[in-house]
């Protein structure tokens, strides 16, 4: 028991130190979604798709195969509960390998 208490604590602590919490409450969220670009006045261009881990009303974690650098501008395509795709505008706040081909996104939603 004492091992997996240290070794939560230290997962914790680490995470503490290298992601930017967001500061409202996360809501587990499991669930594809897709990411992508809008070039030059076409429509939603696919890039890859991700997997939604968890969502507040400010931004998503995701996992994702291609690492994203912090700052950069995606869109995010969903399901809403009405069964709707919907389209976002989200900033990549922080990218981390987190398994050869996979990386955990930290993302803020873009509203306009």
């Known amino acids: 028991m004492l091992a997996i208490v240290n070794l939560v604590s230290g997962i914790f602590e680490d995470e503490q ?3 930017r919490q967001r500061s409202d ?3 587990a969220y499991h669930a594809p979604v897709t990411l992508g670009a809008q070039i030059a006045g076409a429509e ?3 890039i890859c798709p991700a997997w939604a881990l968890d969502i507040s009303y400010n931004g998503m974690g995701l ?3 291609p ?3 912090p700052g950069e501008r995606l869109q995010m395509r969903f399901t809403d509960l009405s069964k ?3 389209t976002v505008t989200i900033k990549v706040m922080f990218s981390a390998r987190v398994l050869p081909g996979t990386h955990r996104l930290g993302v803020v939603f873009e509203f306009e």
């Open 63 to 65: 996992l994702a195969e």
């Open 17 to 19: 130190k290298h992601i």
């Open 84 to 86: 709707e795709q919907q």
């Open 25 to 27: 409450t996360r809501y």
């Open 44 to 46: 939603f261009v696919e």
């Open 67 to 69: 690492e994203f650098a």
